[in-house]
């Protein structure tokens, strides 16, 4: 959605606003109402900027691994350290010479939820294994975190290179086409 005219228009309320540094004239006052988290994007780096609704800065021209962290910290109570996609993946899960299938529903670099009936417990390890599309099929450690239900969340244990880039470049490109 273009943006252009709408810095002052008092019918749109966006959560968060991120604007290029050449457009700082056009952010609405401090004391306008609401109060919005901006985001600048900059064109010189290490750019500082004084207005207290600035959460951060990232270089132009923006990634996900740079705005992510701000977005997080801004809108989301419980910041998360790295971007998260919905998935619908099959999944299995081995431990203690059992196996339990189920899906990823929910997947980051740093882990994943998984939906199963199998109940586990907090801190087992377990091995997943899991197709991401084109045929790269990922296998990590991984250990329970929490379950609450069916879902339960794990976090991959030291992931090899491949598996952390893989799993970051699926979920960055599951972000960049999903629909909000």
């Not at 228009?9 to 604007?19: G, K």
Request: charged fraction near 20%; aromatic fraction near 6%.
């Amino acid at each position: 959605m273009a943006t252009r005219g709408r810095f002052m228009d008092d019918s749109w309320e966006p959560d968060l606003r991120i604007v290029g540094d050449r457009h700082i004239a056009r952010i609405p006052p401090e004391d306008y109402l609401p109060r919005t988290p901006i985001v600048m994007v900059t064109s010189t780096p290490g750019s500082r900027f004084s207005d207290c609704r600035v959460v951060g800065t990232v270089h132009w021209p923006a990634t996900l691994d740079g705005l992510y962290p701000l977005l997080q910290s801004a809108l989301e109570i419980t910041p998360r350290q790295k971007a998260r996609a919905q998935t619908q993946l099959p999944g299995r899960c081995t431990y203690d010479n059992r196996c339990s299938m189920g899906a990823v529903v929910c997947l980051s670099e740093g882990g994943c939820l998984f939906r199963t009936s199998e109940p586990m417990v907090t801190d087992q390890p377990i091995t997943l294994l899991f197709p991401l599309p084109l045929g790269t099929m990922i296998s990590t450690r991984a250990h329970v975190i929490d379950q609450r239900g069916e879902s339960v969340a794990l976090a991959f244990d030291d992931a090899e290179p491949p598996v952390r880039e893989a799993v970051a470049q699926y979920v960055e490109q599951r972000l960049a086409t999903s629909r909000i």
